[in-house]
Nanobody
Framework: DVQLQASGGGLVQPGDSLRLSCAAS????????IGWFRQAPGKEREGVSCIDSSEGRTYSADSVKGRFTISSDNAKNTVYLQMNSLKPEDTAVYYC?????????????????????WGQGTLVTVSS
C-alpha cells in the first residue's frame, strides 16, 4: 500500500536550519511528484514546494524561495526539504504528499486539493 512518512521536525530557533524527510513506499518517483505542504493552527493548508524528479522540475512558494530547497534521492525513494533561515512564521505541521504529474505550472503542484496520497505530518516549531 502507498505510505508517506514525514520526519525531521522539531523545535529550532529563528535563523536555524532543519531538514525534513519524506520516505515513500508503494509508489515510484517515475509516476508521482512529491510535494511539501504546511498548516498552522487556524490557517489553510498551503503548498510549500514540490519536485517531479522524473522531469527535473521543482516548484516553490514565493514565501520560501531562497530559503527552502527540495531534493530527492530516488534510490531511497525519499524526498527532502532543506529549510534554512527559519522564521517564526514557518511554524506549522509539515506534510508530504504525492500527485501524478499531469499538470503544468506551480499553481497545480502547490494545490493540496489535487494530491492523491498524504503522510501524517511532522511538526516544525520556530521559536526563541
Amino acid at each position: 500500500d502507498v505510505q508517506l512518512q514525514a520526519s525531521g521536525g522539531g523545535l529550532v530557533q529563528p535563523g536555524d536550519s532543519l531538514r525534513l524527510s519524506c520516505a515513500a513506499s508503494g509508489l515510484s518517483f517515475d509516476d508521482y511528484a512529491i510535494g511539501w505542504f504546511r498548516q498552522a493552527p487556524g490557517k489553510e493548508r498551503e503548498g510549500v514546494s514540490c519536485i517531479d524528479s522524473s522531469e527535473g522540475r521543482t516548484y516553490s512558494a514565493d514565501s520560501v524561495k531562497g530559503r527552502f530547497t527540495i531534493s530527492s534521492d530516488n534510490a531511497k525513494n525519499t524526498v527532502y526539504l532543506q529549510m534554512n533561515s527559519l522564521k517564526p512564521e514557518d511554524t506549522a505541521v509539515y506534510y508530504c504528499a504525492a500527485i501524478r504529474p499531469h499538470y503544468v505550472g506551480a499553481y497545480y503542484y502547490l494545490s493540496p486539493d489535487l494530491y492523491d496520497y498524504w503522510g501524517q505530518g511532522t511538526l516544525v516549531t520556530v521559536s526563541s
